[in-house]
């Protein structure tokens, strides 16, 4: 297997399954922690992971299929997505690509949020489009949650994503995401989830993303 992303946490192999391309997440060993404790923790959030990608894919959201899992040795088997990554792509589409797939990821994002999951860490890098289709990747800080706060934490995380890595695109990006966002939860929850957006911006740790 061919060594593709080396994790503070854990690595990603490009190998097969069954005779298919195949992502292989192998969550190592950490020395500085009891080993027994360290084997609980590695094979409880490989089994979390495992669960919510399970989760997404059950609201509607693509994900990859998952082939095998062991959370004994730490492992997920995974399907091998062929495609780019969103940041790839927003950085070389025209604006009216732009703004369809951005769209479409708040679709996707707004999915996610009404069947009661927090992704953790969306960005643009955890986005690969697929022919016409977005499939999310990196499930490992999600949580269960219904929390308007937490919802709004991803969304804030997306907007500092496209501030940081799409400035040129950003607004435009931002506000179709939320166009799509609105489509599936409605215009009052997401009013709702932008004051709070408003209010963690305001917040002395963070600093506030025009």
């Keep these: 297997m061919k060594l593709i992303y080396r994790g503070a946490e854990a690595d990603l192999l490009l190998g097969a399954w069954a005779g298919e391309k195949a992502i292989h997440k192998v969550r190592k060993p950490l020395p500085y922690r009891l080993e027994a404790l360290d084997r609980a923790i590695r094979s409880h959030r ?50 009216d690509i732009v703004i369809s797939l951005c769209r479409r990821f708040g679709e996707d994002v707004a999915a996610m949020h ?11 890098s955890n986005v690969i489009v697929r022919d016409s289709e977005l499939v999310f990747i ?22 500092e994503t496209l501030n940081g890595a799409h400035s040129r695109i950003a607004s435009v990006a931002f506000g179709a995401l939320l166009d799509g966002y609105k489509v599936k939860v409605g215009e009052a929850r997401l009013d709702a989830t932008k004051r709070k957006l408003s209010e963690i911006e305001g917040r002395g740790r963070y600093a506030k993303v025009e």
């Design 138 to 159: 990196d499930f490992g800080l999600s949580l269960h949650s219904a929390k308007l706060e937490d919802h709004a934490v991803d969304l804030r995380l997306i907007k």
């Design 114 to 124: 009404t069947a009661g999951i927090m992704h953790g860490d969306i960005t643009t």
């Design 46 to 95: 490989t089994l979390h992971e495992a669960n919510m990608i399970h989760s997404a894919r059950s609201a509607g959201v693509r994900t990859p299929y998952l082939y095998f899992v062991n959370p004994t040795s730490a492992l997920i088997v995974m399907e091998y997505i062929e495609g780019e990554r969103m940041k790839t792509v927003l950085e070389l589409a025209p604006d």
